[in-house]
Structures are given as structure tokens and as C-alpha cells.
């Protein structure tokens, strides 16, 4: 007897409404923070993937890293799930003035297909983010990956600066690109992740009864 394909509808759908969202996200974030990135850094001509100047729409570069409890981490590993991909530095003031945000963000969708990824670029990362934490009393519960070389930001995300984040779709496409410090858990931004999550939860065939 053969087992009929499952639709291809659910996944029609979620692909629309994901645009949507995000023609709403490029309204949301149009209005760039006051607080410019802190470094300009540039990439070296052949160094990182052809991207037209921007990632938006575009498959995020996959990444394998080490977080700081040193377990393993790979982008891949998250698909299904929307990812907030973030990078920062413990010497960047804005950065330091968002995390509190994103930590409120995190606890508030906790339990969902949700998850933050936090990418230091610190030179010395073991030592400088456990001191950080430790000095600001900063409790952060979400993976905070090391880049000390600057590979996953510099050459794969083509970071100008920190702090700067990437809002990932769980088909893995870049959906926002945001530059610069944002209150991420104030209620436009809730409201934004909410109506996403809600559309990736609906969009998801369920699993076949059996």
C-alpha cells in the first residue's frame, strides 16, 4: 500500500507569512539606534561568501562553535527553530546595555521553538566573559559562543561592528539583519517575535500518526 506524500501547503504558507513578518521587521528596524557600532572592521577581498551586501533572505553560514561551559555548538542543529544570533563584545557599552533585554526576551519565549546565540568576539574570551558576568552580576541562561578569531563574524556575517544581531528563520534564512543596541524585550519587538513564533508553530506539518 502506498503512503501518501505529506502536503507541501503548510510549508506554501508559513513561507508567506514569514515574508510578511519580515516587510514588517524592515519597518520596525528601519530607524537605526543611536548607538553606532563601536568598530568598523573590514573583510578581506575572497574571504567570505558572495552575499551582495546583505544576508537578508539568504541562507545564514553555517557554524560549529565551542560555548563557554564548553559544549559544542552548530548552527544546522537549530533548524526548526527561530534563531536570534548575536554578537558582541564585553569592552562594547551598547552591548552590555542590551544583554538584560535579551536575557527578558529569552525567559519570555523559553519552551518555544526559540533560541539565543550570543557570539563574543572578545581576544580572550574564557577569561574576559566569566569576568564580565562577574563584574556586571549579569546572569545570562543563553549559549554564549567564543569567536576570538573573528571567523563566524568577520568572514562568514561580515559584522561591521557590535553589537549586531541576525534574526534566523527555522528554514535557516536570514530574515532581519539589525545593527546597533535595541531593547529587545520592549513590546513591539515581543509583539514581532510572537506573531513569528505563532506562524512557525502553525506552519509546521504535524508528524504522521502511526
Same mark, same amino acid.
Not at 500500500?1 to 514588517?24: C, E, H, N, Q
Not at 561568501?49 to 533572505?57: K, V
Given at each position: 500500500?502506498?503512503?501518501?506524500?505529506?502536503?507541501?501547503?503548510? =510549508?506554501?504558507?508559513?513561507?508567506?507569512?514569514?515574508?510578511?513578518?519580515?516587510?514588517?521587521?524592515?519597518?520596525?528596524?528601519?530607524?537605526?539606534? %543611536? /548607538?553606532?557600532?563601536?568598530? *568598523?572592521?573590514?573583510?578581506?577581498?575572497? %574571504?567570505?561568501?558572495?552575499?551582495?551586501?546583505?544576508?537578508?533572505?539568504?541562507?545564514?553560514?553555517?557554524?560549529?562553535? @565551542?560555548?563557554?561551559?564548553?559544549?559544542?555548538?552548530?548552527?544546522a542543529d537549530y533548524r526548526g527553530k527561530v534563531?536570534?544570533?548575536?554578537?558582541?563584545?564585553?569592552?562594547?557599552?551598547?552591548?552590555?546595555?542590551?544583554?538584560?533585554?535579551?536575557?527578558?526576551?529569552?525567559?519570555?519565549?523559553?519552551?518555544?521553538?526559540?533560541?539565543?546565540?550570543? @557570539?563574543?568576539? /572578545?581576544?580572550?574570551?574564557? *577569561?574576559?566573559?566569566?569576568?564580565?558576568?562577574?563584574?556586571?552580576?549579569?546572569?545570562?541562561?543563553?549559549?554564549?559562543?567564543?569567536?576570538?578569531?573573528?571567523?563566524?563574524?568577520?568572514?562568514? $556575517?561580515?559584522?561591521?561592528?557590535?553589537?549586531?544581531?541576525?534574526?534566523?528563520?527555522?528554514?535557516?534564512?536570514?530574515?532581519?539583519?539589525?545593527?546597533?543596541? $535595541?531593547?529587545?524585550?520592549?513590546?513591539?519587538?515581543? /509583539? =514581532?517575535?510572537?506573531?513569528?513564533?505563532?506562524? @512557525?508553530?502553525?506552519?509546521?506539518?504535524?508528524?504522521?500518526?502511526?
Open positions: 500500500m502506498s503512503t501518501a506524500k505529506p502536503s507541501r501547503l503548510p =510549508y506554501l504558507i508559513l513561507s508567506v507569512v514569514l515574508i510578511g513578518i519580515g516587510a514588517w521587521a524592515a519597518v520596525m528596524f528601519t530607524s537605526r539606534p %543611536t /548607538d553606532a557600532p563601536l568598530a *568598523q572592521n573590514s573583510v578581506a577581498p575572497g %574571504t567570505a561568501p558572495d552575499t551582495g551586501g546583505s544576508l537578508e533572505g539568504q541562507l545564514a553560514p553555517d557554524f560549529s562553535g @565551542v560555548e563557554l561551559k564548553g559544549a559544542a555548538i552548530k548552527l534563531v536570534f544570533l548575536n554578537f558582541w563584545a564585553t569592552w562594547c557599552e551598547p552591548c552590555k546595555e542590551e544583554m538584560p533585554s535579551m536575557e527578558r526576551l529569552y525567559q519570555k519565549f523559553k519552551g518555544q521553538p526559540f533560541e539565543i546565540l550570543a @557570539v563574543s568576539l /572578545d581576544a580572550n574570551p574564557t *577569561q574576559d566573559v566569566p569576568a564580565f558576568l562577574s563584574k556586571t552580576k549579569m546572569s545570562l541562561s543563553f549559549p554564549l559562543l567564543m569567536d576570538k578569531d573573528q571567523l563566524i563574524s568577520k568572514q562568514l $556575517y561580515r559584522t561591521t561592528g557590535v553589537p549586531e544581531s541576525f534574526i534566523i528563520g527555522p528554514d535557516g534564512k536570514v530574515i532581519k539583519h539589525a545593527i546597533g543596541k $535595541y531593547e529587545w524585550d520592549s513590546q513591539p519587538i515581543i /509583539d =514581532y517575535f510572537d506573531n513569528l513564533l505563532k506562524a @512557525v508553530k502553525a506552519g509546521l506539518p504535524q508528524p504522521a500518526q502511526g
